[in-house]
């Protein structure tokens, strides 16, 4: 079975683009989850969908950042204007419902520059 | 608050030695515990958790992990280190207000030399 696919793997671009992060999670999961991995802060949880409702987006750090989950299959995660701070690690994870184990993409490895 | 400590930043084994990871926690009520892997480049793989049950709970990859209520510690181990085992270990804990939310150890490095 296929698993998270997150896409782009790498990402890199000037301060102030927008930057759109895509995930397609893995069928017949209804949790969805955007987390950013950076040396400083570690793992930290940006959103959570469930059955394609955004539940908790208390980790957004700003308004610039945006995520929707238009169906179960598909999600994106969107940061307009991009900033150099923005630079870390994304990853997208799903699970089978919320309180199960959590199956992680390979993650947008994203540079502003 | 609730939280979970990673006491070591990196640990060094060398192959075919026994290797343990170590994690302890801070929660109310009775924790939901997980370990999970990530190797370079890659996202971070399940590799085990307690819910309730048997304290020793084995997961993928021959490793184990040793849940001690008495002591707040859920600590990963194996009893034979592989050079393949080099990687990111992180503990997390289910925040206990909620279903979905989990709290991430801070991570430890392993290291199994040749």
């Known amino acids: 079975d296929a698993g998270v696919i997150q896409s782009p793997r790498h990402e890199v671009t000037e301060m102030g683009q927008e930057v759109t992060l895509r995930c397609k999670p893995i069928s017949g999961h209804n949790s969805l989850f955007w987390y950013r991995q950076t040396m400083m802060r570690g793992l930290e949880l940006l959103i959570y969908?469930?059955?394609?409702?955004?539940?908790?987006d208390s980790g957004m750090p700003e308004d610039r950042f945006s995520a929707k989950m238009p169906n179960a299959s598909f999600s994106t995660l969107k940061i307009q204007p991009s900033e150099p701070r923005d630079s870390a690690v994304y990853f997208c994870?799903?699970?089978?419902?919320?309180?199960?184990?959590?199956?992680f993409g390979d993650g947008t490895r994203l540079s502003i520059l | 608050a609730q939280s979970v400590a990673q006491p070591e930043d990196q640990v060094n084994v060398a192959e075919g030695n026994p290797l343990t990871v170590k994690c302890t926690y801070s929660v109310s009520g009775n924790p939901y515990l997980f370990w999970y892997v990530q190797y370079p480049n890659r996202g971070l793989q399940f590799l085990l958790k307690?819910?309730?049950?048997d304290n020793l709970v084995k997961g993928s990859y021959g490793f184990e992990a040793e849940f001690n209520k008495s002591q707040t510690s859920f600590h990963l181990k194996k009893p034979s280190a592989l050079v393949s085992d080099s990687a990111l270990y992180f503990c997390?804990?289910?925040?206990?207000?909620?279903?979905?939310?989990?709290?991430w150890g801070a991570g430890t490095k392993l290291i199994i030399k040749p």
């Open positions: 997390a804990v289910r925040d206990m207000g909620s279903n979905y939310q989990l709290i």
């Open positions: 994870a799903s699970s089978f419902v919320s309180n199960q184990p959590q199956h």
């Open positions: 969908f469930n059955n394609n409702v955004p539940i908790d």
């Open positions: 307690y819910i309730t049950g």
